[in-house]
């Protein structure tokens, strides 16, 4: 009889417990509904990451391509000044400097590589105007690597400076750089720079 009330006393025991359990699960899966049913912002927000990634690589390869696209046109500047100063061929007029005094070139490249022009100081046309004695002619040659060797005379004085040059660019944007040489003394003056003459 003992027995039979003990194993009647555990059945209910355990059936007790069981039956509390599964009441507080009930009660979980309750509270837990409205979290599931708000979980969807879960999915949103992958969403809006996969969105974010999908515009940062867009940004990303736009601006890749500003870049390559802003080192091909400065390629092909660089191309055309190389092109320009070893086959510069066209006339130019140059307002620039040499060692420092202004100056103005006008000159005529040949296709063949010849080279004719004039150059002037500024001041000598400011004093005594736009006349044949107010310039210096220039004839000369142009070298495979694009320098021209050019000498200078004067109605006056004969030779008096070689040049030795590059010119880059073209039209109204041409520069000149390289030195003249004054025959008499032997000094150098540098074209297109403000650099003090070397004295002899």
């Known amino acids: 009889m003992i027995i039979t009330l003990a194993i009647i006393g555990a059945v209910l025991l355990t059936g007790g417990i ?3 359990i ?3 699960m009930s009660d979980y899966k309750t509270e837990m ?3 599931e049913a708000d979980a969807s912002y879960l999915d949103d927000s992958s969403d809006e990451v996969s969105d974010f990634q999908t515009d940062a690589e867009a940004e990303a390869q736009r601006l890749q391509e500003e ?3 802003q080192v091909a046109a400065m390629q092909a500047e660089a191309e055309a000044a190389v092109s320009s100063s070893s086959n510069p061929s066209g006339y130019y007029n140059i307002s620039t400097v040499t060692s420092g005094y202004p100056i103005v070139i006008k000159l005529n490249v040949s296709p063949d590589g010849s080279v004719s022009g004039k150059y002037a ?3 000598t046309l400011r004093k005594y105007g736009d006349k044949p004695k107010s310039w210096f002619t220039i004839s000369g040659t142009v070298g495979d690597d694009g320098v021209i060797s050019m000498d200078i005379t004067h109605p006056d004085y004969g030779l008096f400076e070689f040049w030795v040059a590059k010119i880059y660019g073209s039209g109204s944007n041409a520069t000149i750089t390289g030195t003249m040489t004054n025959v008499n ?3 150098t003056y ?3 720079s403000n650099a003090k003459p070397t004295e002899n």
């Open 18 to 20: 069981a039956a509390i």
């Open 22 to 24: 599964l009441a507080n």
């Open 33 to 35: 509904a409205p979290m």
């Open 67 to 69: 870049a390559e696209a």
């Open 121 to 123: 100081y500024e001041s």
């Open 185 to 187: 003394t032997g000094s």
């Open 190 to 192: 540098y074209l297109g």
